[in-house]
């Protein structure tokens, strides 16, 4: 599959050879539910904490007699039924995390690549290379070429004086070929992938 290669200024900069097997397949849902599910799980911090019935700061005292009340007997106000005393079985930190085959997380990354370049969302660029290493200068090309939430993948570094200018640049992330997710991807509504980054891209998923 071709596809046709810009310059940040938006010329023209020749075509690219896009390999079918990573950009031309028919994108499955599932798979890239799965992959999505698998980062955000990963991602999540479990510290979610209580305090149980041993870790109140309350008295040990026995807070009434055992007999003679008409009530129910009790040896401590930090048990559970009472206000302020400690949670049964609430949450402890864990992790979300769970495992998820190689295969499955590279073949959702394909099926992500698959489905911008199917969506016509894909745009491949010469280099990043800038002249001017401003924020205004870059973020004006940006508006001109209309990405307004685009993901930036570049090779194995990235260009340091394009990240310094596009740092503040809302809507715009810049990441290296290895950082490439399916996540980041596919909550962009523009993929622009360089030269560099495809072969990377390519030489990481063959």
Do not use: C
């Amino acid at each position: 599959m071709k596809a046709d290669a810009i310059k940040l200024d938006g010329k023209k900069a020749g075509s690219v050879e896009l390999d079918d097997a990573i950009f031309g397949l028919e994108p499955r849902a599932d798979i890239l539910h799965r992959v999505v599910r698998w980062q955000r799980n990963n991602a999540q911090a479990g510290t979610h904490k209580v305090k149980t019935r041993s870790e109140v700061s309350y008295s040990t005292k026995k807070i009434y007699r055992q007999k003679g009340t008409g009530g129910a007997r009790h040896g401590a106000r930090s048990a559970p039924i009472f206000r302020g005393g400690g949670v049964y079985k609430g949450p402890t930190p864990r992790s979300h995390g769970h495992d998820l085959p190689k295969k499955v997380r590279k073949l959702g990354l394909m099926h992500a690549l698959s489905a911008k370049a199917n969506a016509g969302e894909l745009v491949i660029l010469d280099d990043i290379a800038v002249k001017d290493v401003k924020t205004k200068a870059l973020a004006a090309q940006v508006r001109e070429l209309g990405w307004k939430r685009a993901l930036i993948i570049d090779g194995a570094e990235i260009n340091a004086d394009f990240a310094k200018a596009a740092r503040n640049i809302a809507g715009l992330d810049v990441l290296p070929s290895m950082g490439a997710n399916v996540y980041d991807i596919l909550k962009r509504d523009t993929l622009v992938i360089t030269k560099a980054g495809l072969e990377a891209l390519e030489a990481r998923l063959k």
